[in-house]
């Protein structure tokens, strides 16, 4: 992994809005997920997963989303920036997609989030910019679905996290998994 990979922006929003507002300092908490965001918690706080069953555990503390999208969308004529698409943590330099589940992300001098899953996209996506659902969605090769819209991840050790922090990959141990919606 790039060894320049870093914290572009941190967002939180304390209620369920679709975007979030981006922040100097956001602290994750170890085991809960963003202090003062809606989706923080030990349980499910998706408005349609807390519908179907609120005791499941929340494997979407923290959302995260790759610069090189926004600059991506922009491209193709959207205005996106920082939290637009409810991310709290905006990376550059680092292939969020093609992490393995278990990777554990070291955010600063003492967060570490490691990686659940793949965020899937939604129509809300498309109730803040139309067309934007089907921009962040693509093809493999292979003619397979590709979600870009972030990863979601767990708080493993909590910290604050700020723009322009590091960010350090570390590999979980025996085989690697692809990335599924969580």
């Known amino acids: 992994m790039p060894g320049d990979a870093a914290v572009a922006a941190v967002s939180l929003s304390g209620t369920h809005t ?14 809960l997920g963003v202090e003062g965001d809606a989706h923080m918690g030990v349980t499910v706080k998706h408005r349609s997963r807390v519908a179907r069953d609120p005791s499941r555990p929340n494997l979407r503390q923290v959302h995260l989303v ?13 205005a996106v920036r920082a939290g637009d698409m409810g991310e709290n943590v905006t990376t550059r330099g680092l292939d969020l997609l093609g992490l393995p589940v278990g990777a554990r992300l070291h955010l600063g001098e003492t967060a570490v989030v490691e ?58 141990a025996g085989p690697l998994n692809r990335l599924e919606p969580v």
């Open 18 to 31: 679709f975007s979030k507002s981006n922040q100097d300092v956001i602290r994750l908490l170890a085991g």
């Open 66 to 78: 790759h610069e090189e999208l926004h600059d991506e969308l922009r491209s193709a004529g959207f």
């Open 115 to 172: 990686i659940t899953g793949l965020r899937n996209p939604c129509l809300q996506l498309d109730g803040f910019q139309d067309g934007l659902l089907k921009a962040v969605l693509g093809r493999d090769e292979d003619g397979g679905l590709v979600r870009k819209a972030g990863i979601m991840g767990i708080v493993i050790e909590g910290g604050e996290v700020r723009p322009g922090d590091p960010i350090v990959v570390e590999l979980p």
